[in-house]
């Protein structure tokens, strides 16, 4: 089978640096995608990890354990418009590149 | 840009009706996806397509059928709508992994009542 855990909810102070973990179980898996969601908008693409390690963009960097099945997103200098749901996405592989997605992280930014 | 345009961003129809959600890409993507997003349940995928009038069901492709006639336009189609149905809708294209990547771009939503 296959499951996704991310935390509902983390509320982090603006300036702060935040980290939003993901452990998954997929059947097949090529990689580990984020998305960004503001309320009442369309998800967002952010970061891929196809490879263990840390990706970084900007303020916002990704990391992948494939052995751990692990992954975090790490957001930094935290803005009030970070506000938002963030989800952890694995790609399950195969060439209709299906993303699982869970139900996601909120994340509040306080002043 | 990739653009990912649904037709409607709220909708209000009646238990019963059939129901048409369409989405358009300007992308040339290979494959298209419908999912309901509803509190606390996060996305699920209802139908997918790779191909024009290729489909497959997703996790929750009961109640709904799907139509893809051009590579461009995806629709969902609720057959006889029922107040279950009421969700939030996204449709998302991609194409075929090239290289490492593989990315989702969505649609921004119709808001589906049914009353």
């Known amino acids: 089978g296959q499951s996704l855990e991310q935390p509902s909810e983390v509320t982090a102070v603006e300036g702060a640096i935040v980290q939003i973990n993901c452990t998954y179980q997929?059947?097949?898996?090529?990689?580990l995608s984020w998305y960004q969601q503001h309320d009442g908008g369309a998800p967002t693409f952010l970061s891929y990890?196809?490879?263990?390690g840390l990706e970084e963009t900007g303020r916002f960097s990704s990391f992948l354990s494939r052995s751990d099945s692990y992954g975090y997103l790490l957001l930094q200098e935290l803005q009030m418009k970070d506000s938002a749901s963030y989800f952890c996405?694995?790609?399950?592989?195969?060439?209709?590149?299906?993303?699982?997605f869970g139900t996601g992280t909120l994340l509040a930014v306080q002043p | 840009d990739v653009k990912v345009t649904q037709s409607s961003r709220y909708l209000v129809k009646r238990t019963g009706e059939k129901v048409f959600l369409e989405c358009v890409q300007d992308?040339?993507?290979?494959?298209m996806f419908w999912y309901r997003q509803d509190p606390g349940l996060g996305l699920r995928l209802i139908y997918f397509?790779?191909?024009?009038?290729?489909?497959e069901k997703g996790d929750i492709p009961e109640g709904y059928s799907v139509s893809r006639e051009k590579k461009e336009r995806f629709s969902l189609i609720l057959e006889s709508a029922s107040t279950s149905q009421t969700s939030m809708y996204l449709c998302?294209?991609?194409?075929?992994?090239?290289?490492?990547?593989?990315?989702?771009?969505f649609g921004a939503g119709t808001r589906l009542s049914v009353l």
């Open positions: 998302a294209s991609s194409s075929p992994r090239r290289g490492w990547r593989n990315i989702q771009y």
């Open positions: 997929t059947s097949g898996f090529y990689g």
């Open positions: 990890n196809a490879l263990d």
């Open positions: 996405a694995p790609d399950g592989g195969g060439a209709t590149n299906k993303l699982i």
């Open positions: 992308m040339d993507h290979e494959n």
């Open positions: 397509s790779y191909d024009v009038k290729m489909k």
